[in-house]
């Protein structure tokens, strides 16, 4: 059974820095495109980064562009949002997404690309 498990996540000021983890188990993420989503109260779910299985290929939105990064951790199987210079704007719930593939090189951003999701995690901004 795949589970991917969001952490990380809470209430942060505006100018703040939260760091989000995904944790993956039944799945190896080293052999997965991964992306970061997030879905806001009456907004459509879009893509804020995605990582290629080798990490040489990334996607930021532009809205993220210099403020957030994206990383991996193949041996403890986890992936990783810091997300620094927090605005109001990025409240949200964010997603962990991952979609095993042969691939090395795809960034894959939209989300019935892939196969699995976790459950999200709150990030709620104060101004």
């Known amino acids: 059974q795949v589970q991917l498990v969001e952490s990380g996540g809470g209430l942060v000021q505006a100018g703040g820095s939260l760091r989000l983890s995904c944790a993956a188990s039944g799945i190896t993420l080293s052999r997965c495109a991964v992306g970061w989503f997030r879905q806001a109260p009456g907004k459509e779910r879009e893509c804020v980064v995605a990582?290629?299985?080798?990490?040489?290929?990334?996607y930021f939105a532009d809205f993220v562009k210099g403020r957030f990064t994206i990383s991996r951790d193949n041996a403890k199987n986890m992936v990783f949002l810091q997300m620094n210079s927090l605005k109001p704007e990025d409240s949200a719930i964010y997603y962990c997404?991952?979609?095993?593939?042969?691939?090395?090189?795809?960034?894959?951003?939209?989300?019935?690309?892939?196969?699995?999701w976790g459950q999200g995690t709150q990030v709620p901004v104060s101004s």
């Open positions: 997404a991952a979609d095993p593939t042969p691939d090395p090189y795809v960034v894959k951003v939209v989300q019935s690309e892939y196969d699995y």
């Open positions: 990582i290629s299985r080798t990490i040489s290929n990334t």
